[in-house]
């Protein structure tokens, strides 16, 4: 069973940094690719970075990229997006997401089983 809890959300002002974990109480994290999505305030949940099952390969939409680093540390069972930089544009309710079947980083909601409830980053200017 997976069940994601991510943390570490909160109100930055911009140029800030935050870094959020993603925790599973269930199965090990090490079975799953992993990624990070975003929602912004009245917008669709977009993808924000992936990381495959073994950590050696990861993906940034080019809106962050340069700012957020994705990582995993399977030992702990948990994920991490380091954020710097931040800029308004930025917040947004903040989901982790794992897929157990693929071994690329899929960058679509739907191509995600399992989903946490969220953590709300605000970047005030």
């Known amino acids: 069973q997976v069940q994601l809890v991510e943390s570490g959300g909160g109100l930055v002002q911009a140029g800030g940094s935050l870094r959020l974990s993603c925790a599973n109480s269930?199965?090990?994290?090490?079975?799953?690719?992993m990624a990070w999505f975003r929602q912004p305030p009245g917008k669709e949940r977009e993808f924000v970075a992936g990381i495959i099952r073994g950590g050696g390969i990861t993906k940034h939409a080019d809106s962050v990229k340069g700012r957020f680093t994705i990582s995993r540390d399977n030992a702990k069972n948990t994920l991490y997006l380091q954020m710097n930089s931040l800029k308004p544009d930025d917040t947004a309710v903040y989901y982790c997401?794992?897929?157990?079947?693929?071994?690329?980083?899929?960058?679509?909601?739907?191509?995600?089983?399992?989903w946490g409830q969220g953590t709300q980053v605000t970047v005030s200017s």
């Open positions: 269930g199965r090990t994290l090490s079975s799953y690719a």
């Open positions: 997401a794992a897929n157990q079947y693929f071994s690329i980083v899929a960058t679509a909601t739907s191509d995600y089983d399992y």
